[in-house]
């Protein structure tokens, strides 16, 4: 089945302990993309990567790092988690050709206490 | 930069009624319309999109018009069912597909 994973689904963390929340796709897609979603703010662009070790970043890219060194998966790190960061992230995928079609993971609610 | 904004932010509809979703967009640049339905406890899916070269689109009881004159499109659900209640998002694509902009989302609920 086509799709886009991302681990955990949920976690609740604390100030200043690095994570990670990890992508992957199974669609040889060279788009990826991070987005958080916040309640009356809807989806805003962490950070894309065109291509591998290709990445660029959205609207909302502080405090957040990211890496492309496969294909496949579009790690999202958080080096120094805040409160702030405390939100409902998706992991997203299309072609870089063809219909652009943004496939969706199912989300990772985080929370940072 | 693209900036998209989305009213209403909620809408309740009775089983059977017409329900409509109005976007509009600030770069003119922009091309590619989709919608976005969210389904509580999973991501955002398509459920229909437009380009620019048409200004009407329909799939069922689903419909996106586009006037890029004016800068706004809009999604049409007629005949709704309870199954439609979910959060709505339009999107413009920008920056030569970079990034697709997202409206702040419309919450239907339809009651039977």
């Known amino acids: 089945e086509a799709q886009v994973t991302q681990n955990p689904r949920y976690l609740i963390t604390v100030t200043g302990k690095k994570l990670t929340v990890t992508c992957s796709q199974n669609?040889?897609?060279?788009?990826m993309s991070w987005y958080r979603q916040d309640p009356g703010l809807g989806l805003r662009q962490i950070y894309y990567?065109?291509?591998?070790?290709?990445?660029d970043k959205g609207d909302v890219p502080e405090g957040y790092k990211v890496s492309r060194k496969e294909k496949r998966n579009f790690p999202l790190i958080l080096e120094s988690p805040s409160p702030n960061q405390t939100s409902l992230y998706f992991c997203?995928?299309?072609?870089?050709?063809?219909?652009?079609?943004?496939?969706f993971g199912a989300g990772s609610r985080l929370t940072v206490l | 930069g693209e900036n998209v904004e989305q009213h209403p932010s909620t809408l309740s509809v009775q089983e059977g009624d017409s329900a409509v979703i109005k976007c509009t967009y600030s770069d003119s640049a922009s091309n590619y319309f989709p919608w976005y339905k969210q389904e509580l406890g999973k991501g955002p899916q398509l459920i229909i999109d437009i380009r620019s070269n048409v200004g009407e689109k329909k799939d069922q009881r689903i419909a996106v018009t586009l006037n890029k004159t004016a800068k706004h499109f809009s999604l049409h659900i007629t005949e709704t069912q309870p199954e439609d209640s979910a959060v709505y998002f339009c999107?413009?694509?920008?920056?030569?597909?970079?990034?697709?902009?997202f409206g702040k989302g419309t919450t239907l609920s339809v009651s039977s």
């Open positions: 999107a413009a694509e920008h920056q030569a597909g970079t990034a697709l902009i």
């Open positions: 669609m040889n897609h060279e788009y």
């Open positions: 997203a995928s299309k072609p870089s050709s063809g219909a652009n079609v943004l496939t």
């Open positions: 990567s065109m291509n591998v070790e290709v990445t």
